[in-house]
């Protein structure tokens, strides 16, 4: 199973983003709950946001709340981070995950697929 994540890129602080990640089988993005990480250079990789199977139940790092939200279409397969009001410290390659069960986890250990990352970089 892969993940794919897209989107990153360079942008001014107070700008915005929306990240991708799509799943090449059907079947663990659609059933499984998905999360957002990040890690910053010479930082530990941290949860951003997750939400579970049906997008019913979302959480947040408190480093984000407010100005990212994470989404998905189960149709089109897809696991969505619109980032906002982005900051210099939000700069970090983002990782998405799928989850081993329906519900969310802000445990990196409850996720067994991993994306490759899409780099983030917010210039002040």
């Known amino acids: 199973v892969q993940l794919q994540a897209s989107g990153g890129g360079l942008v001014q602080a107070g700008g915005s983003l929306r990240l991708s990640c799509a799943a090449s089988?059907?079947?663990?993005?659609?059933?499984?709950?998905m999360g957002w990480f990040r890690q910053a250079p010479g930082k530990e990789r941290e949860i951003v946001a997750a939400?579970?199977?049906?997008?019913?139940?979302?959480s947040y790092s408190d480093s984000v709340k407010g100005r990212f939200s994470i989404s998905r279409d189960r149709s089109k397969n897809t696991v969505y981070l619109q980032m906002d009001s982005l900051k210099p410290e939000d700069t970090a390659v983002y990782y998405c995950?799928?989850?081993?069960?329906?519900?969310?986890?802000?445990?990196?250990?409850?996720?067994?697929?991993w994306g490759q990352g899409t780099l983030v970089t917010v210039s002040s």
């Open positions: 995950a799928a989850g081993r069960g329906s519900s969310l986890s802000i445990r990196s250990a409850s996720y067994h697929y």
């Open positions: 089988r059907r079947g663990i993005i659609s059933n499984n709950a």
């Open positions: 939400i579970n199977w049906n997008g019913g139940d979302t």
